[in-house]
């Protein structure tokens, strides 16, 4: 027999074998018969509970206890507004899109393009002032990037918003680093007496 010939056989086969199959299972079942349904009739109860709808929480209870984040803006900052500004213009407060903002900030400091990391880091802060986490990386990125005043103005920064956060140690370090390359510079720079 040729291969051609066996392949059919043995499609032909498994053709029967499946429609004898699903006509036991069908047999099984018993006949199909339309039955009508009754819509005034309640709907036969679920043991499965359903999560809770928006509309039937309380309106400070959220759906998702363990994931809370705290959105509220910082206190004695009254509607977002500077009080230094003649114009009492409104500030955004927005802790999500700041802490997206620093997660792109560290990608692009990874990347080695500090240019980029400053700007996102400087846009977490505009969106989440006296972040301390933004605050110190934008001046870690400003000293990679040789903006060293910028640099040591963060570090006490961030210091000032966080004096035993968790870059603290680094930020001392900072500190000590870039006003001992400020002192050669320094030296340089001013006349020598005659």
């Not at 009492?88 to 997206?100: I, M």
């Not at 040591?152 to 870039?178: C, F, T, V």
Request: hydrophobic share 35%; aromatic share 6%.
């Amino acid at each position: 027999m040729s291969v051609r010939l066996r392949v059919l056989i043995l499609a032909i086969v498994c053709f029967c074998l499946y429609g004898t199959a699903l006509a036991q299972s069908n047999e099984e079942e018993g006949p199909i018969t339309r039955v009508p349904v009754d819509r005034s009739a309640p709907a036969p109860k679920d043991n499965r509970k359903a999560p809770p709808r928006s509309d039937q929480l309380a309106p400070d209870e959220s759906s998702s206890k363990q994931t809370q984040i705290d959105v509220s803006p910082p206190s004695g900052d009254a509607k977002h507004v500077d009080a230094d500004s003649e114009l009492n213009e409104f500030h955004p407060w927005d802790p999500h899109k700041a802490a997206k903002c620093i997660e792109v900030g560290d990608f692009y400091s990874k990347q080695g393009n500090y240019r980029a990391a400053i700007s996102r880091y400087q846009e977490a802060l505009e969106w989440k002032p006296k972040d301390a986490e933004a605050t110190y990386k934008l001046g870690e990125a400003q000293e990679k990037s040789g903006d060293l005043s910028g640099a040591l103005d963060n570090y006490r920064a961030y210091l000032k918003i966080l004096p035993g956060g968790p870059y603290a140690d680094k930020a001392h370090k900072g500190i000590d680093r870039l006003k001992s390359k400020a002192a050669p510079a320094a030296a340089q720079v001013a006349p020598k007496p005659s």
